[in-house]
């Protein structure tokens, strides 16, 4: 569990990362994490959702900082090279590494785990301090001081037991470890811990609030190190000849920093170059119903939320308390959403809740099917009949349908306007997105197309969807034959294209569909 004081671990993992096709140089948050070694601001906690690379720059840091690592040979040839401070701190320390996610073999009681952890510690300090064997300590921290050495501490999962709800009774009790271990300590050079879930604040004198924290929420000065930037991805995009830019943009992005810079999920990122196909990767790690485990802690509240966001709509809210270790269980619409923008399956920036990605549209449209979202439910698991019928050309089932969704329970789906409408489609056409890239609002001709549909096949037709409230369906055909919104199919040479034309009258509440296909 303790790592790197008289080990070249860290750095042969970070070597073979600089070697990796798809490396990325996060260096540069060397430089700023240098300017906090023996100040006040010495004690930092990122937090970050799984696979945003927080144990990759972890072990650069150990290769860094690390006495044994004599990585001098390796960071020569990255952007740190070229920061002031960078040979003021090169391979000066001892470091004291902690993964926190190894339980014990022996046991699973509290007091195993935090056994392994002292004495994987006392181990490795003993075996770096020779003249300190033999000898016995109240504490570590009795050791540590004994030393009359300074130590850097990477601690990664800080969080693991809170996350996974293990030795429930003893949460206290670990961050007073922790804050025994580390707080107003001389040996402490800095200490810079990761995980997924911000320090629960009890109070103003809680164990840990020494530390600094900079998380999904709040982070100023460390975004831009956890995720690929527009450029990076770019990059990284150019060494391979299969998956474009568009690809990678339209499934892995959508996170942001204040300052606006896009960031994109990292390891599916990399993951989707080194297989040449774009997936969802991310339930890969962490629960198979991560969304949905949310959203079931209160769905009366979060349900009209979900339906705009599934249809491409950000939803205005204010949140300011974060979900943190610790915390009870979500159970109103803004905590919920706080914790969600947490693990990563929400983005919010200015205000705005927003689902990031394609990768993430996924999840949540699995999430959609389950019973608990009622009517909606048995919308999209019988989606697949409307696609049928639009194929079909039967435009009278097409309406029947629209109406049905159109008079559920939903009140999202009850305004009498063609946000409402494209609603209904999308929730109509949820299915369709497995055979479809579905583009609403696109440039196409001499204007913009409410919704093409453009094949992932060559066996199936294009179809552009112009809709019209209080107005009729021929007059929506109409619409895309004169602004020409098939150009963009015959582009793709699209053999066959089909015209769909839906309207709504508010006043006799009805649908009216005509299909016809385009010459």
């Known amino acids: 569990?303790?790592?790197?004081?008289?080990?070249?671990?860290?750095?042969?993992?970070?070597?073979?990362?600089?070697?990796?096709?798809?490396?990325?140089?996060?260096?540069?948050?060397?430089?700023?994490?240098?300017?906090?070694?023996?100040?006040?601001?010495?004690?930092?906690?990122?937090?970050?959702?799984?696979?945003?690379?927080?144990?990759?720059?972890?072990?650069?840091?150990?290769?860094?900082?690390?006495?044994?690592?004599?990585?001098?040979?390796?960071?020569?040839?990255?952007?740190?090279?070229?920061?002031?401070?960078?040979?003021?701190?090169?391979?000066?320390?001892?470091?004291?590494?902690?993964?926190?996610?190894?339980?014990?073999?022996?046991?699973?009681?509290?007091?195993?785990?935090?056994?392994?952890?002292?004495?994987?510690?006392?181990?490795?300090?003993?075996?770096?301090?020779?003249?300190?064997?033999?000898?016995?300590?109240?504490?570590?921290?009795?050791?540590?001081?004994?030393?009359?050495?300074?130590?850097?501490?990477?601690?990664?999962?800080?969080?693991?037991?809170?996350?996974?709800?293990?030795?429930?009774?003893?949460?206290?009790?670990?961050?007073?470890?922790?804050?025994?271990?580390?707080?107003?300590?001389?040996?402490?050079?800095?200490?810079?811990?990761t995980g997924v879930l911000p320090i629960k604040k009890y109070s103003a004198g809680s164990a840990l609030n020494m530390f600094k924290e900079y998380t999904m929420l709040k982070d100023p000065f460390f975004e831009e190190f956890f995720g690929f930037t527009e450029s990076e991805a770019r990059a990284l995009c150019e060494k391979q000849a299969v998956l474009t830019m568009e690809e990678i943009c339209e499934w892995y992005n959508g996170y942001q920093t204040r300052n606006g810079i896009r960031l994109y999920n990292p390891r599916s990122v990399v993951c989707a170059l080194e297989d040449g196909v774009c997936q969802s990767y991310w339930t890969r790690t962490g629960k198979t119903d991560e969304v949905l485990s949310f959203l079931k802690y209160n769905m009366g509240e979060v349900r009209d939320d979900i339906v705009k966001l599934i249809n491409g709509f950000s939803v205005m809210v204010d949140i300011k308390k974060e979900y943190s270790a610790g915390q009870e269980e979500p159970s109103n619409r803004k905590d919920i959403y706080a914790a969600m923008i947490i693990y990563g399956l929400l983005s919010y920036h200015d205000g705005e809740l927003r689902i990031p990605n394609k990768e993430l549209m996924m999840e949540f449209e699995e999430a959609l099917e389950d019973d608990d979202f009622g009517c909606v439910a048995e919308l999209v698991r019988n989606s697949n009949d409307i696609l049928s019928a639009t194929i079909q050309k039967r435009g009278d089932a097409v309406a029947a349908y629209l109406h049905d969704i159109h008079n559920s329970e939903l009140p999202v789906l009850k305004y009498n306007d063609e946000n409402s409408l494209s609603c209904v489609v999308t929730l109509a056409y949820l299915s369709a997105r497995n055979k479809y890239r579905i583009e609403r609002e696109e440039k196409s001709g001499k204007g913009f197309a409410d919704f093409i549909f453009h094949p992932r096949r060559q066996n199936i037709p294009g179809i552009i969807l112009e809709l019209k409230s209080g107005d009729t369906p021929e007059a929506a055909i109409a619409q895309i034959k004169n602004k020409e919104y098939c150009e963009k199919l015959k582009k793709e040479h699209v053999e066959e294209i089909l015209a769909v034309g839906i309207s709504y009258n508010i006043d006799k509440k009805e649908h009216q569909c005509v299909i016809e296909e385009l010459e």
């Open 1 to 193: 569990m303790a790592v790197c004081l008289n080990t070249d671990s860290a750095y042969k993992i970070f070597e073979m990362l600089v070697h990796d096709r798809f490396f990325v140089d996060k260096t540069g948050i060397i430089e700023t994490l240098n300017a906090r070694i023996n100040t006040m601001n010495r004690y930092i906690c990122i937090t970050k959702p799984r696979r945003f690379g927080k144990t990759s720059v972890l072990n650069m840091l150990d290769a860094y900082y690390g006495k044994a690592c004599g990585s001098k040979g390796v960071f020569d040839c990255l952007k740190i090279s070229n920061g002031e401070t960078y040979k003021d701190h090169l391979n000066k320390y001892n470091v004291i590494h902690l993964c926190l996610n190894d339980l014990p073999d022996d046991g699973s009681t509290y007091e195993t785990y935090i056994k392994l952890i002292k004495e994987s510690i006392a181990d490795d300090v003993k075996e770096a301090y020779p003249e300190l064997k033999g000898k016995k300590f109240r504490k570590i921290s009795d050791l540590l001081t004994a030393t009359q050495d300074q130590f850097i501490f990477m601690i990664d999962e800080w969080d693991y037991i809170f996350s996974h709800e293990l030795f429930c009774e003893h949460h206290s009790d670990f961050l007073e470890f922790l804050r025994n271990l580390l707080k107003d300590r001389p040996y402490v050079a800095l200490a810079y811990m």
